[in-house]
Structure formats: C-alpha cells, structure tokens
C-alpha cells in the first residue's frame, strides 16, 4: 500500500482504538535498534493514567497507520508546561511517505494550542531537526547521550533543567 499525506485523517484516538493503536506501535518498534520493547506499554500507561496530552491517529482508508503521544515532563527547575513526545509510529510498511511528518506537525500545532511552553523528545537530530527541534545543554535528560535528547521552546527561553518523564515509561 502507498500512501500519501493527502489521503490521511489524523484525529484524536479514541478509548476503543487503543488496542490496533498498541498493536501498530508494537510493530513499529519490533525491528528498531534503539527500542527495548515496552513502547506499546508506555502508550497504554499514559491513557491509564490520564497522562496523555496529545494522542493522535492517523488513519488511510478507516485503517491505523500512524499515531503520536505526548505527555506533560516535570523540569527540576520547576518551569511548568513543557510536555515529552513519544512514543510516535509508523506502520513499517508505509514508513518513508510522509506519516510521521503530518503526526509531528499535528502534535506540536495542538501542544501549541493547549498553551503548551515547549516539546522534548528523545530520538534522531537529523529527523527532527526539520521540526525545530535542537539540542540545547540547558535541557537534560539523565543518562541520555546529549544530542539525541532535543527540544523545541514554543517560546523565548529554554529552562536550565533535568526533565523527568511521567512514571509510565517505566511501564512494561
């Protein structure tokens, strides 16, 4: 199947999507080098816990191709209304056509709309640098080579902070 951004829906997900929602980011996931398993069991904690900020669908022809999470981060500084993406996924078979940039597009224009002060996440700067994001000394993530873990601040200042992540991604 070939897709294109055109032919998506993205839409919130809704409480009887989750489990084709999990079962697509355990596909995602099974082959990636930098994943450890518990990706799905992240995205089903945050629903559980009514952690999840942004969750979002994309759909081609009524079908879960795509989707997107995000959830609010404590900043040991305390600066309120940051929130973490991820996890965020493709089905593999349609990776590489525009998916996972209507996804991010959609879940930084919502973080945007809830008044959100800014998105970090953990993954490969040469993707997500197209969205903005960047690495920045003065947001870190314990134990996390620096570069791979970015932000993007949707206004002026970047908080000198460690970033803790909800309990949920400690799920699995």
């Keep these: ?49 009514g952690k999840a900020s942004v969750s979002l669908l994309a759909l081609h022809a009524g079908v879960v191709v795509g989707c997107v999470l995000t959830s609010p981060v404590t900043l040991s500084d305390g600066t309120p209304g940051w929130h973490g993406l991820g996890p965020i996924a493709v089905e593999p078979a349609l990776q590489q056509q525009g998916i996972g940039i209507a996804l991010m597009e959609a879940a930084l224009a919502r973080l945007r709309a809830i008044g959100a002060a800014g998105c970090v996440l953990l993954g490969d700067p040469a993707y997500y640098a197209r969205f903005g994001f960047i690495t920045d000394p003065r947001l870190q993530l314990p134990g996390v080579p620096p570069g791979y873990f970015q932000c993007l601040s949707f206004g002026a200042a970047i908080p000198t902070a460690e970033v803790r992540y909800d309990a949920a991604f400690d799920a699995g």
Excluded: K, Q, V
């Design 1 to 49: 199947m070939h897709t294109s951004s055109r032919d998506l829906t993205i839409r919130e997900c809704g409480a009887t999507e989750t489990a084709a929602r999990d079962a697509l980011i355990t596909r995602a996931f099974r082959d990636a080098p930098h994943a450890d398993g518990t990706e799905a069991a992240i995205a089903a904690a945050l629903e559980a816990r």
